[in-house]
């Protein structure tokens, strides 16, 4: 075969001509970098604080209408409070960069604070300044910080009875409703005998359960306890049971296929992949808690948020009153923020798997 031939014999290969190759991006310089902008102005942040400045420039300026014998303490104080909070929503606004560790997690609640100044404004102008919601069945929002200054003690001594109360009935209750649903979920013969009972007395509010409750117990302190272990037994079981019902049959199979033991398979198969269930149960409970603990405190507790509420009304002081409401609302809102907390921690290896 001549040269010629065997250069356009099809064996031979025939060369490709190869792409060229891109150009290498630069690497931004340092200049580059610096230009770029660090921080961007927190918007919302300064309409905030524009709010709370109108907010205590009107409750300042705007005299105070005369109602009767009720005199508006801390109307000053009130007004120097809004305007400590603008300034600090101005700092933050303009300056973003250098409180960056404080501004990201207020910038989500820039609308909320505009929100919240508007509120109190219409607040104070339909009670202290225009008098049009009558006293003293409605008083501004300076009433709350005499209640707390003068009747603090009063107050934390009640806040931590209804805590205290409220830990020991909902850690009975939780404990208990976890075991009962586990067993029900995992014995057919145990969900025979117990889910009907569940199912008729679960409904029934526990509050209903209250005079008969004082007849069996030796005092009101127990009989709270106990109807708050009750409210809060039930969701927790009936979650807990429909958690590890629902957990798949493949798991048991893999997991019995490797010689694992019927206490492996509870502990290590069916509880974990019930957790999520048992913690929507506990959100459930820790609500109907709240409200048996306030009735119970109201009608037969000598102590407690729900007794201050009683007694505040029963003295016709009704801005103690909303000084326990608000103060009842942020440490309810305060444990249901623990418990998301202790649910992320807990269900970390779940992330991205659980939607809630």
């Known amino acids: ?191 025979y005998w117990i889910h009907p009972v569940l199912r008729v007395l679960g409904p029934l509010p526990t509050t209903a359960l209250l005079p008969i409750s004082f007849y069996f117990f030796p005092s009101s302190w127990s009989t709270a306890v106990f109807l708050i272990a009750l409210g809060t037994g039930f969701p927790v079981a009936i979650l807990t049971w429909s958690g590890v019902a629902g957990v798949n049959r493949n798991f048991y199979d893999v997991a019995r296929t490797l010689g694992a033991s019927p206490w492996f398979l509870v502990l290590r198969v069916a509880i974990p992949a019930a957790l999520p269930q048992v913690f929507v149960g506990l959100f459930m409970g820790l609500g109907h808690a709240f409200a048996t603990l306030v009735v119970a405190e109201m009608l037969g507790v000598k102590s407690g948020l729900g007794w201050y509420l009683t007694w505040a009304q029963g003295w016709a002081s009704y801005p103690n009153m909303y000084g326990a409401l608000l103060l009842m609302a942020l440490l309810f809102s305060g444990i249901i923020t623990l418990l998301f907390l202790l649910r992320d921690r807990v269900l970390s290896w779940q992330k991205g798997t659980v939607k809630w």
């Open 1 to 191: 075969m001549t040269t010629a031939e065997n250069i356009l014999s099809p064996r031979s290969p025939v060369p490709v001509a190869k792409p060229p190759r891109r150009a290498a991006r630069p690497a931004s310089t340092p200049l580059e970098k610096t230009a770029r902008p660090a921080f961007a102005v927190w918007w919302s942040g300064l309409a905030a604080a524009l709010a709370w400045l109108a907010l205590g420039v009107l409750t300042y300026i705007w005299p105070n209408k005369p109602a009767g014998f009720n005199d508006w303490t801390y109307t000053s104080e009130f007004a120097g409070l809004a305007l400590g909070v603008a300034a600090v929503l101005l700092v933050l606004g303009l300056a973003p960069g250098a409180t960056a560790a404080v501004t990201s997690r207020a910038r989500p609640a820039g609308p909320w604070l505009i929100v919240l100044a508007a509120g109190l404004a219409l607040w104070e102008i339909l009670t202290a300044k225009l008098g049009l919601l009558p006293p003293p069945f409605f008083a501004p929002p300076q009433s709350l910080i005499e209640v707390y200054v003068s009747d603090w003690p009063r107050l934390l001594d009640s806040a931590s009875n209804s805590l205290q109360l409220l830990a020991i009935g909902v850690a009975l209750g939780s404990l208990t409703g976890f075991l009962v649903g586990v067993l029900i979920g995992w014995s057919r013969r145990a969900s």
